[in-house]
């Protein structure tokens, strides 16, 4: 069985390019637009890896992020952020993000982060 993911980003084009690459590879479990469905998604579903974006309205990654990992120590999550976030992406890593990915996407490098980061 594939590894299941959770895609959280505020925007539906970012979501869809995510899906397209994941989709042969990955099961998408579910999709968010903030950081809110994203910890109510992440419970729902208990997925084995959640991508991320940074910057979100309500509820940032960040703060979802801390909430994911907080109640599930062994969350998987990688940070989809916009080049020039390095700040960002730091507070990120302390809120128990295991990787990150670089808008806009390429597919080998978004399956070469959860490579890192899922086992096979």
Known sequence: M???VLIVDDSEFMRSLLREILADDYEIVAEGENGVEALELYR???PDLVMMDIVMPIRDGIEATTAITDSDPDARVIMCTS???EEKMKM??????NGYITKPFQKPSVLEAI???VPA
């Open 92 to 97: 990120a890593v302390k809120a128990g993000a």
């Open 83 to 85: 080049v020039g976030q």
């Open 115 to 117: 490579e890192d980061v």
């Open 2 to 4: 594939p590894p299941s």
């Open 44 to 46: 729902e579903h208990e």
